[in-house]
């Protein structure tokens, strides 16, 4: 049986985006074995996806461990793989190339690596947006057919948060080490109260670290729903489907909620390039609209409330 293997680390927003090349390198490799390599706060989830067989998990050694990488690449020569689709195509994973080669291996590669035997040649690459990049890396590498991944596997039912028929989802969190991400909750609160005028009840979705956002929000507008730290990847899926629209910054659950097909709106700072990383779905996905501000504590909710999506 041949033996595949994706590496696709993350982080959870190019995570989400690559489910669609993981439904491509699947539909092309019919009967084969494919493993996925990722790290561990993704093993979980994706150990329920239709795409792979099995998940490893990368525990992400320092690059001068050597006595780690050794040990990767020995697991990684001994499963004995036929070709390599390195969706991740950073510094690191060209150390696994290197790592599995020095353990006498030799599958293909498709991917940026030096000596990647269908390497992605584009010098314009890194200037592409995510989901035109790995599907022209996968052209080169002989796959030409791009179904539109099932998601429903993703999707759980919301209904035990007993939410109100029409509702709107606030993401008001970011990566913590990038706070200019972040539109401020201030404006999120008066946001949430031109939602309330519009007929929907403003529901903020989060981590636990988030209910602090959660709480200014709803000192500004009471209606809104508070659910930061109590929903899993699945529930945020589940939310998604049922909701009227979504509201939030540059952040992986925007990627996952524009996936699902809601009409978004995403907030962007001169931090990140929409042009290369906004919340995309091909093929029908739904609606995605994006405002993009150098600094995002310029900008106006009551800008943000009139580009909202229809709902």
Aim: net charge positive; with cysteine; hydrophobic share 45%.
């Amino acid at each position: 049986m041949t033996s595949i293997l994706v590496i696709k680390h993350g982080a959870f927003g190019d995570l989400v985006q690559a489910f669609w090349p993981f439904a491509a390198i699947r539909a092309h490799h019919r009967g084969a074995m494919i493993t996925l390599l990722t790290t561990p706060p993704f093993e979980r989830l994706m150990r329920a996806a239709p795409w792979f067989d099995r998940v490893l998990v990368d525990d992400r050694p320092p690059w001068w461990n050597l006595i780690a990488w050794r040990a990767l690449g020995r697991r990684l020569a001994a499963a004995g793989f036929s070709r390599v689709y390195d969706l991740q195509t950073s510094g690191r994973s060209g150390r696994i190339f290197l790592a599995i080669r020095l353990c006498g291996a030799r599958p293909e590669w498709s991917g940026i690596a030096h000596g990647a035997s269908h390497p992605h040649a584009n010098p314009e690459r890194n200037r592409m947006h995510t989901l035109e990049r790995q599907r022209e890396q996968l052209a080169m590498a002989g796959i030409t057919a791009f179904p539109r991944p099932d998601l429903s596997w993703l999707v759980r039912d919301a209904a035990r948060f007993r939410l109100p028929p029409r509702y709107a989802l606030l993401v008001p969190g970011a990566a913590p080490h990038r706070p200019a991400k972040r539109w401020p909750a201030e404006a999120y609160g008066v946001l949430a109260r031109r939602l309330v005028e519009r007929g929907l009840v403003p529901v903020v979705i989060g981590s636990a670290a988030e209910a602090t956002l959660a709480g200014t929000i709803r000192r500004l507008c009471p209606e809104a729903i508070d659910l930061t730290g109590r929903t899993e990847l699945a529930d945020i899926a589940g939310l998604a489907r049922d909701a009227a629209l979504a509201v939030g910054n540059d952040t992986g659950p925007m990627h996952l909620i524009a996936a699902i097909g809601t009409p978004i709106l995403v907030l962007f700072s001169a931090e990140s390039d929409p042009a290369r990383c906004a919340p995309r779905w091909p093929e029908g996905g739904g609606s995605v609209r994006v405002l993009r501000v150098a600094d995002l504590r310029s900008l106006d909710p009551e800008t943000v409330a009139a580009a909202l999506p229809d709902a």
